[in-house]
C-alpha cells in the first residue's frame, strides 16, 4: 500500500502521527521558506507543508512539482494555525519529511475544480480528467449508492437477479435495435435488447416470482437531448400479483432510496387517474412541486363575440399567484414562449386582476370585468394574481398549457430541485388510435393488461378500455413505469386481433413467449425504472449524461475513444458483410 | 396477491390457518375419495388435500387439473397422519375449500425434476420449463447470492461500482471483437467490450481508487466446451496498490464468500510460483485437493541403455497411493489415455511397488530391481504404490503428466467436489515467445508490470522476466487473474519496443489510453474473476452453462428464441450493410 491514510480522513484526533499520503497535486504555493501543497484523492484534500529551513534539499524538489502530479508523502500529523473550516481535514497539516514523485503530469487541458474552465466538448474528450472533479465524481458515488440500495432492498424482498442475455434475436418491427453479425453464424445477426421484457415474463413462466436486474438496454435512435444509446434499467417482474401488490413494493423501493441515500422520509405516494393528469396538467408526467393546475372556463366565454375562444374546443387558464404586476415586457415574453414551434400556440390571453380590484386583460374589448370576475373566481384567484388562458383544440392546447405551466413555476421559483414530490399515474388507456393508420396501437405494448372490468369495452368502445399500467412520476419527470400482463391465451389473442395481428404474425413476433404460456403462465406484472434518470433527480442534475461515467454524445459518438469507427476490410470479410453506403 | 403464503413456508406452528396458496401443480393423485395435489412454486413443495365426502363439486373440479397447471387454492393447515421428513413442509397439508384455475399447461415435453427425462437439446428449448426444476433453479439463486455478496463486500471496503460502455471502439488487432454497425454514423461500427480493461484503467487515472463491476464480456470465438460468447466478470481494480494488497483484498472477497454461501471458513491461501506450479503440476492451475506431484527421475534412468528414457530431454513419475494392485486392463486404459490425440504421449511406463517390496514393471529388461528401488525412494512410494511415468520434451510431457495425474485424482475420488482448495499462483512470466513469428508477445496483456527486481533483465533476457501477475486457482480451475499496471510511460515505451509495436501503432491501438497516462496516472492493478464459473464451481457443475439462465449452444445460438437470425434487406439497407456471404 502506497499510503496509511486517504487524504480525507485525517483529523485533529490523528496530532503527531506518522502517515503516509499519496494522491494528486491540486496546487502549490510559495509563501515565505515554505510549500503548500494541496494534495487530492477520491475522498478529500490535505494540506502538506514543507519547510525551506527545516529540509532544504526536500523543499527544492517540493517547488518542481506541478498540478497533477501524482506524489506520495511522508509526514507528521500538525494541529493548523490557520484552519480551513470548509474542508474536512481543515484542522491539521502534514508536515512532510519526505516526498516521492509516483508520476508526473502535463497541464490538464482544463481546471480541476467544482466551476471548470472546460466545456462540453473538451470535458468529454478527457473523460478522466473530468471525473477528477468533486461534482462529477460526487455523481458516480451517488450512482453506486442507489444501484447498491436497490440490491439490498429488493434482496430482502426475495427477489432474485438474474441476468438476461444481451446477444438476443430482433423482431421484424425492432427498427431501432442495434444488431450485431454473428462470425460462426455467417450471414446471421444478433440483437441488443432494448429491454429485457421478454425474458423477464419466460422467467415469471419459470416460476421465478420475484426477478429484477440492474441491466445495459440498447436504442438505436436519433438521440433526443437527453438519451443515450446504452442506457441502464432496474428491471422487475412479479408473479402472483394485482396491480396493487406491484405499487407497493416499489412505493417501497423508491421511499428506501430516498431514506438511505438521502436522508428523506417520504410520505404515501398519491395517485392520479391519467385522465385527470391531462385535464388538471395536461401532462401524464405532472409536476406536483407546485399547483398551479388548469381550470376550464370556455363555458364562461361563449357568446361575447371573441371568435377565437367561441370557435375554440377547449378555452383553459392556469392562475400565476401574486403576478398581476407583471410588466407588458414579461407578458410579451410568455407570448413569444408558447408561440416557439415547439409550443405552437397562436397567441396567449391574460387577465390581471390588479390589487385594487380590478381586471385588465388582452380581451378587454370582448369581455367586461364582471365577466373576468367570473373566470377569476373559478380560478380562487385573489387581487395580484395572474390568469395565463390558451385555447385550440383539447389535446393540442392542453399540451401547451402544460409547457406554459412548467415555463411559470421555473419563474416563481416553484421547482425547487432539493424539493421531491413522487405519484403514481395509473389507469392509463390500453390502446391509443393511429389517425393516420386508421387503427388502434398498444400504448404500452401488446402484453398489457387490460382492467377486468373494461374487458367488455373491448368489442364496443376499445378506446376507453383502461390498462393495469402505471408509471411512477418525480418532480415532472417520468422515472418509472411497468404493467400487469396478459396472462391468458384468449384474453392475448383478442388483444392481438383488436392490434391487427394476424395469428401468422404474431406467431413470428412473438411466438417463443406464446409457446412458453401454454406450459401454465402465471398472474404477472412488472416495473421497469431509468436508472439514469433517477439518478440524476437525485443529484439534482439536468442531464443525465453527467451520472454516466463514459457516456456518449448527441451522434452517438465516444470522443474519447472515437467510437464508432471504420472497420478494416479483413474484419469485415471476416463477418461475410460489405459496408454500402447510399449515394446522397 | 394472489397467496397468503408460499409454497415453501407453512409449518406445524401454522396449524388451523386459514390460507391462500398459489403455484403449478407438480402431480396429482387419487386415493379413495381424496385428491392429493402436491403445488409447487419457487420456495417449496405443498401437499392439498381434496376430500370427496366434504366437498364433491370442489373434488371434481380438482380431479381435471394436470400436471404444470397454475392454480389457487384456499384451505385450512392441518397436521398430516403421513408425514414427509424430506419436504420442509412435510408436517402438514392444506384441506382445500376453495380451488380457482389461473392457467391451463399443455403436457411439457419432459418432466419437471430433478432427474429430468429430457435430453440437454429439448432442455435448452424449453429453457424456462427446465429453469422450474428445483436444481437448475437453485443455480440461479446460488449465482444472485453470490453476486449480492460480492457487492457487498466490496462496497464495505469503498469500491465504487462504475458502469463501462458497452458500445466501444474495436482495435485493429480486436479479431474476436463482436461489432455493432451504428445507424447515425454510417459505414462506421461499435464493438463490444471483451472486457473493460482499459475502461478501469481509465477509472484509475480519474481517480477512482477502487473500481469493481459485475459486468457482461463478449467474445466472437469458436467456443470450446465450456465457453460462451457472453459471460459476466468480477473485473476489479485499485490504486495505490501493490501486488500484496490486491492479493489480500481478493483473497478477503473469496474468503467472504465461501463463509456467507457455502459456510466454509477458509484458511489463508496458499502461494505457488508459476514455475513450480509448472514443475510439480505441469500446469498454472494445478488442483491441489490431492498431492501426487511430479517427481523427476531422469538421473536415475540414464545409461541403462533405454533410449526412450536416455533420449528424452524430461523423464518425470506421479506415485498412485495402493495402485500396486492395478490389472493389466487398468494399465492398458491409463496407456490409452495418454496416447488420446488430446494428449498425445507415445506411451506409459509403470512401475509396480509390490506389497511384498518386489518391483514390477514395463521396463523390467533394463533396469533392476536396485534401480526401480531408488525411482521408488525418491517418489517417497511405499509397497503397495504404482509409479506412473512420462517422458520426453519438458513442456510437452509436463502437460501429458498433468492430464494422468487428473485422470488418476479422479480414480482414485481425490477430486471431491465438496472440498475447495484454493491456491494464488504467481510470478508468471512476463513474456512468452513465439517460435513461429519469431518474437515476444505479453503472456498477460501489454500493460502487465514486471518485477521491479527483474527489469534489468528486460535487455538481456526478456524471456526470464517476471511479471507482477497472479491467478487465483480453486480445484485446478482458474476462477480469477490480474496484474499490477504499468503507470510509467517509460517503462510503457520499452515494452511496446520489446513487443515490436511501433510508436505509431501504439499509438493507433492504445492512444486514448497512452494520452491519459500523461495526466498522472497512479500505481494500479487489478483482478477479474470469471462468475459464470465462480459459481459453477461453488454449485459443484461441470459446465457453466446451468448457471446462466438462457446460455447460448456451441454454436453461439440461443436454440429457444433462434438467434440468430437473418435480418430483413429493409433493416440492413437502414445499417448501409450488405451481406457477402463467402464462396465454399
Known amino acids: 500500500m502506497y499510503r496509511t491514510n486517504t487524504c480525507g480522513e485525517l483529523r485533529i484526533e490523528n496530532l503527531n502521527q506518522e502517515v503516509i499520503l499519496a494522491g494528486w497535486v491540486q496546487k502549490a504555493r510559495k509563501m515565505g521558506g515554505m510549500i503548500f501543497v494541496d494534495l487530492r484523492d477520491r475522498y478529500g484534500i490535505t494540506q502538506l507543508v514543507f519547510n525551506q529551513e527545516v529540509n532544504g534539499e526536500l523543499c527544492e524538489r517540493a517547488s518542481k512539482i506541478g498540478r497533477e502530479w501524482v506524489i506520495q508523502v511522508k509526514g507528521k500529523v500538525m494541529e493548523r494555525s490557520n484552519k480551513n ?8 497539516e502534514i508536515i512532510a519529511c519526505e516526498l516521492n514523485i509516483l508520476n508526473v503530469s502535463e497541464t490538464p487541458p482544463f481546471t480541476i475544480e467544482e466551476d471548470t474552465d472546460g466545456g462540453d466538448d473538451l470535458r468529454m474528450k478527457y473523460r478522466y480528467l473530468d471525473l477528477r472533479r ?66 423477464k415474463q419466460l422467467l415469471m413462466v419459470s416460476g421465478i416470482d420475484r426477478y429484477f436486474q440492474i441491466v445495459k438496454c440498447f436504442r438505436d435512435e436519433d438521440l433526443r437531448a437527453d438519451r443515450q444509446p446504452e442506457f441502464t434499467q432496474i428491471d422487475c417482474e412479479m408473479s402472483f400479483v394485482q396491480q396493487e401488490d406491484i405499487l407497493n413494493m416499489f412505493e417501497g423501493l423508491t421511499k428506501h432510496l430516498f431514506k438511505t441515500v438521502k436522508g428523506i422520509d417520504l410520505s404515501d405516494f398519491p395517485r392520479m387517474s391519467y385522465d385527470d393528469a391531462m385535464k388538471l396538467y395536461g401532462s401524464d408526467k405532472p409536476d406536483t412541486r407546485f399547483d398551479m393546475k388548469f381550470v376550464e372556463i370556455q363555458d364562461l366565454t361563449k357568446g361575447k363575440d371573441f371568435v377565437v375562444f367561441d370557435s375554440a374546443e377547449y378555452v383553459a387558464a392556469i392562475r400565476a399567484e401574486g403576478c398581476a404586476s407583471y410588466t407588458r415586457k414579461q407578458l410579451d415574453e410568455l407570448t413569444d414562449f408558447v408561440k416557439r414551434p415547439q409550443i405552437g400556440a397562436k397567441g396567449l390571453v391574460y387577465v390581471r386582476y390588479e ?81 393516420e393508420l386508421g387503427r388502434y396501437f398498444a400504448k404500452h405494448h401488446p402484453f398489457t393488461s387490460p382492467k377486468p372490468e373494461d374487458i367488455p369495452l373491448l368489442d364496443s368502445n376499445p378506446g376507453a378500455v383502461r390498462a393495469n399500467a402505471y408509471d411512477m412520476v ?56 431509468g436508472l439514469d434518470r433517477f439518478v440524476s433527480i437525485f443529484a439534482g442534475l439536468d442531464s443525465i449524461r453527467d451520472c454516466i461515467a463514459f457516456p456518449k454524445n448527441n451522434s452517438g459518438r465516444d470522443v474519447m475513444i472515437d467510437a464508432p469507427a471504420v472497420l478494416e476490410q479483413e474484419q469485415l470479410d471476416e463477418l461475410n458483410l460489405q459496408v454500402a453506403l447510399k449515394q446522397k
Open 355 to 435: 390589487t385594487d380590484g380590478t381586471f385588465k386583460s388582452s380581451v378587454d374589448k370582448f369581455y367586461s370585468q364582471d365577466d373576468l370576475k367570473t373566470w377569476a373566481q373559478r380560478c380562487n384567484a385573489k387581487p395580484g394574481d395572474l390568469l395565463l388562458i390558451l385555447c385550440g383544440t383539447t389535446e393540442k392546447t392542453q399540451k401547451q398549457l402544460c409547457e406554459l405551466r412548467l415555463e411559470m413555476g421555473s419563474r416563481l421559483g416553484l421547482r425547487d430541485k432539493s424539493q421531491f414530490n413522487c405519484l403514481w399515474v395509473v389507469d392509463f388507456p390500453l390502446l391509443e388510435f393511429d389517425e
Open 134 to 199: 468533486n461534482n462529477v465524481r460526487s455523481n458516480l458515488e451517488l450512482r453506486h449508492r442507489m444501484a447498491f440500495e436497490t440490491r439490498s432492498y429488493l434482496n430482502g424482498q426475495q427477489f432474485l437477479e438474474v441476468e438476461t442475455p444481451v446477444l438476443i434475436g430482433s423482431t421484424p418491427e425492432g427498427a431501432r435495435d442495434f444488431v450485431v453479425p454473428s462470425r460462426m453464424n455467417p450471414g446471421e445477426f444478433y440483437a441488443l435488447p432494448q429491454s429485457p421484457q421478454t425474458f
Open 85 to 92: 473550516p470548509n474542508i474536512s481535514t481543515g484542522d491539521i
Open 474 to 529: 418525480i418532480n415532472g419527470v417520468e422515472i418509472g413505469g411497468g404493467s400487469i400482463r396478459i396472462y391468458n391465451s384468449e384474453l392475448q389473442k383478442k388483444m392481438f386481433g383488436i392490434l391487427g395481428f394476424t395469428e401468422e404474425k404474431a406467431q413470428t413476433q412473438f411466438g417463443f413467449l406464446m409457446n412458453a404460456f401454454k406450459f401454465g403462465a402465471p398472474p404477472h406484472g412488472g416495473i421497469a425504472f
